[in-house]
Every structure is written in structure tokens, then in C-alpha cells.
């Protein structure tokens, strides 16, 4: 065999080597494009699931901050809706049937407090809690928390109808709106935590709420709010009440309509 044969078997070898080598490589590759295309689907499922329990909002912020969602104080809006006779009505309801009525009626309170800036931080039993302002500032947040509780209320009155059609008992809900200072973050522990907000102004706001009953209205505001408003809606002035953990009594307003 002469030189040149032996060099052209040798350069044959080696591209036969060369191509074997290429296509192991591209095949690993394909293999890592494939789990990774896998993770890329498994970490967007556990975000949609994990927002199911935790604002989109904040569920972003985490991504991003890690551990970094430093606490602090803001200026914040909350608003608190809850159910009147609900438990009285499950008594008398297929369990199934109840659980559908309250996730409808939650699915369409959502709707309507994320229209307007704000979003849902906690479900209660038959109750919610909304923050406007929590997670980043917003000057306009009391005017934001009104606006979304008369589309609650539209949107109680549309769902009701669908109610009506199937047979179904009605709903009714009270809503408290209260502002102030409070201390926004992850609250709880490395099993259990959520985002939330503490202070003075959240319980004045849980009272609020609890005024509807008595005056038999749907939407109070505090007068903290009312001076947020600025005449921007129809408010009728309830008498003061004592509330509980508050020395004097407290003035709240029933919003009728936007002017």
C-alpha cells in the first residue's frame, strides 16, 4: 500500500470518527433541548398552580426578588367583602352545589377588584380581602377600591340573574373599605406564608365591613376615604358607631354611586 493510500484510510477514519462524533453530539443535544423544553412546561404549570393560591403579582416579584421581598410599611387599601346568610344557605345545599355557587361568586368578585388595580390576597370562608396600593404605590387606590367594589356590586346583580334561571337562592354581600399605614410582606412560615399586609388599619376595615349588617347596606367607606374621593361619588353619611379595639366612634359613608 503506498503512502497516499495510507493517508486517504487514515483521513477516511478519521472523518468516520469525526461524523460519529458530530451526531452523538447533536443527538445530546436534541436530548437536552427536550428536557429542557420539559422544565420550561413544568415550571410554567407550578407558576399557574402556584398563582391559583398567590397573586400573579406577587408570584413575578418572588421570581425575580428570591428572598429579597423585603417587608415594609405603605400606604394601603383594603377592602373587605363577605357573604350575608351564606352558612344559613349551605344548611340546604348539595355541598357540591354550594362550593360551586361560592367559586362562581369568587371568580366574578376577582374579576372585578383585578379590572381596578387591586387583587385578592385572602379567601375567608364566604369572605375576601383585596389590597389596593400593597404592592407598589398607587396614588389613586381609594378611588381604585370604590370603583372596584360597585363593579362587585354589577357584577353580584349579573350573577344573581344566572342564580334565578337555575333555581338557585340569590347572594347578598356587605363591603368595608378602610386606608392607613400598614406593614406589607410574606407573612408565615417556610411550610405555609402568603402575601398580606398588618396593622390597625386592616381591623378597622373588618369592622367596616361588619357595619353593613347594621345599617342593611352593601358598601361603607371610612372618612379616611371619603376625603380620598374628592366628590367623585354619590356618599350618604351613616350615624358613628363604636367599633370594637377603637375608643371613639368612627364615621362611615354608603357609597350609592359614581357621580
Not at 453530539?25 to 398567590?54: M, T, Y
Not at 375567608?124 to 400593597?134: E, I, N, P, Q, Y
Request: with cysteine.
Amino acid at each position: 500500500m503506498t503512502l497516499t493510500w495510507v493517508l486517504v484510510v487514515i483521513g477516511a477514519v478519521a472523518l468516520s470518527g469525526l461524523a460519529v462524533l458530530v451526531l452523538r453530539g447533536r443527538r445530546q443535544n436534541d436530548q437536552l433541548e427536550k428536557l429542557l423544553l420539559a422544565a420550561d412546561d413544568k415550571l410554567e404549570q407550578l407558576q399557574r398552580q402556584f398563582e391559583r393560591f398567590v397573586p400573579a403579582d406577587v408570584v413575578e416579584r418572588l421570581t425575580h426578588a428570591g428572598d429579597a421581598f423585603t417587608p415594609e410599611r405603605r400606604q394601603v387599601t383594603m377592602l373587605f367583602a363577605d357573604l350575608r346568610g351564606f352558612t344559613a344557605l349551605c344548611d340546604r345545599l348539595d355541598p357540591a352545589v354550594t362550593v360551586s355557587i361560592l367559586n362562581d361568586y369568587f371568580r366574578h368578585m376577582t374579576a372585578a377588584i383585578i379590572q381596578h388595580h387591586g387583587h385578592v390576597t385572602e379567601f375567608v370562608g364566604d369572605g375576601l380581602l383585596a389590597l389596593f396600593g400593597a404592592m407598589e404605590s398607587n396614588p389613586w387606590q381609594a378611588r381604585d377600591a370604590v370603583m372596584a367594589a360597585l363593579e362587585m356590586r354589577a357584577e353580584l346583580a349579573r350573577y344573581n340573574a344566572s342564580l334565578r334561571d337555575k333555581g338557585l337562592p340569590e347572594l347578598r354581600f356587605g363591603i368595608g373599605i378602610h386606608g392607613g399605614e400598614v406593614v406589607a410582606g410574606v407573612i408565615g412560615t417556610a411550610g405555609l406564608s402568603k402575601f398580606s399586609v398588618t396593622g390597625d388599619p386592616i381591623n378597622v376595615a373588618s369592622r367596616v365591613e361588619g357595619l353593613t349588617s347594621k345599617y342593611e347596606v352593601d358598601l361603607l367607606v371610612t372618612e379616611d376615604i371619603r376625603r380620598t374621593l374628592d366628590g367623585q361619588f354619590r356618599l350618604r353619611a351613616m350615624p358613628p358607631a363604636m367599633v370594637k379595639g377603637k375608643a371613639e366612634p368612627i364615621q362611615t359613608y354608603y357609597v350609592e354611586a359614581q357621580e
